[in-house]
Structures are given as C-alpha cells and as structure tokens.
C-alpha cells in the first residue's frame, strides 16, 4: 500500500506562484504520476501527469505554460510548479499514482490507484 503526502497549498494573490510536492512512502519511480484537482461544487479535474522516466508529461489546457511537473524518483516525489496563478485555480489538489508500472500520463482518475488527502490552494483576485 503506497501512501501518498502533498504539501506546499496556500493562500495566495494571483499571480504569484507556489510549489506543491508529493512524496509516496515506497519507491514509485516505475509509476506514472499525477495531479488532479477539485474546485468546490465541480467534478474533481485533471491537472498533469508525468511519465516513469520524466520523459513525457502531460498538461491540461487551463495550465499549459503556467504550471511545471517533474519528479525526483530517488526521493520519491513530484513536484508541481505553479506560476501566474489564477482564482479559477483555486481548488484541492491531489496527488495520484498510476496502477500499472510503466503506464500512459493518462488523464482518467479511474487509472490512478493510490491518492493522497490533498493540499488546498486559494488563489484571490
């Protein structure tokens, strides 16, 4: 059972940036990951995902140019890069890992087999 720890939320002013980070209990490093996140009252979204290797990552359009997702597989964690925020950025943001070893940056939830609790991000105008 891999847990799963995101810290770096916050309250901020739009355009500022924070660095959220994820860090899993055990070696993930064959494993896609991922952020998605959740805006009270809207279905949770995906946010970015990166491959085992960090050779590919994927991005939504709302964040392509804004936000930056890498990876450090000897700490077992994932960063996300967030700069020029915006209100509609605001929401909880959620780390997964992806069930199979080696998989896709898919955007589907149902792909991602362990989550974390989330870190809240609040973005004011």
């Known amino acids: 059972q891999v847990q799963l720890g995101e810290s770096g939320g916050g309250l901020v002013q739009a355009g500022d940036s924070l660095r959220l980070s994820c860090v899993a209990s055990?070696?993930?490093?064959?494993?896609?990951m991922a952020w998605f996140r959740q805006a009270p009252g809207k279905e949770q979204e995906f946010v970015a995902a990166i491959n085992w290797r960090a050779t590919h990552t994927a991005y939504t359009d709302a964040v392509k140019g804004r936000f930056a997702l890498s990876r450090d597989n000897s700490k077992n964690t994932t960063y996300l890069q967030m700069n020029n925020l915006r209100p509609d950025d605001t929401a909880l943001y959620v780390c997964?890992?992806?069930?199979?070893?080696?998989?896709?940056?898919?955007?589907?939830?149902?792909?991602?087999?362990?989550w974390g609790p989330g870190t809240q991000v609040v973005v004011s105008s």
């Open positions: 997964g890992v992806h069930a199979m070893p080696w998989g896709a940056t898919t955007r589907n939830p149902r792909d991602y087999k362990y």
């Open positions: 055990q070696r993930v490093c064959r494993f896609t």
